[in-house]
């Protein structure tokens, strides 16, 4: 997760919601991609971190299923990401902090619990959960 907060830090220095995500195969250790929110810089409203990492790390790895790697995001995903993480077939989501407004897999829709739900990764939350809502909270106390 310290690598995941060290591109949320990265996102907010470039005035993005500060959000990071890293893609681990758990076998060998090894990051396959970390990125953060894009949003802004890309224009895209759908290049949250995590869409952004599973897209990085298919195109890395040439496979469009991430079967057997960890999803390492510093805030729960939204629904749109849960249902991406779903589709990307990550055997496992470590989140930092709990999102009672937007997240999709703890609140919300809760996307993992759906019969229309085609596969269903093991979700562990609450990691770092501190320093992960903190950074969040400075990056939105700065903007007002």
């Known amino acids: 997760m310290i690598f995941a907060l060290e591109y949320a830090f990265r996102a907010f220095s470039e005035d993005e919601v500060p959000i990071g995500a890293i893609i681990l195969d758990p076998k060998s250790g090894k990051i396959i991609t970390a990125q953060h929110n894009q949003m802004r810089c890309s224009g895209n409203p759908i290049a949250h971190a995590e869409i952004c990492a599973i897209t990085e790390a298919c195109r890395i790895l040439n ?8 999803l390492y995001v510093t805030l729960e995903p939204c629904p ?3 249902q991406a993480i779903s589709f990307a077939r990550l055997d496992k989501v470590i989140f930092g902090a709990y999102d009672p407004k937007g997240g999709g897999i703890i609140h919300g829709p809760r996307i993992f619990d759906q019969s229309t739900c085609y596969f269903q990764s093991e979700i562990i939350g609450g990691v770092h959960e501190e320093a992960c809502q903190n950074i969040l909270k400075d990056f939105f106390i700065s903007k007002r």
Not at 63 to 70: E, K, S
């Open 63 to 70: 496979q469009q299923r991430l079967n057997g790697y960890v």
């Open 80 to 82: 749109m990401c849960a």
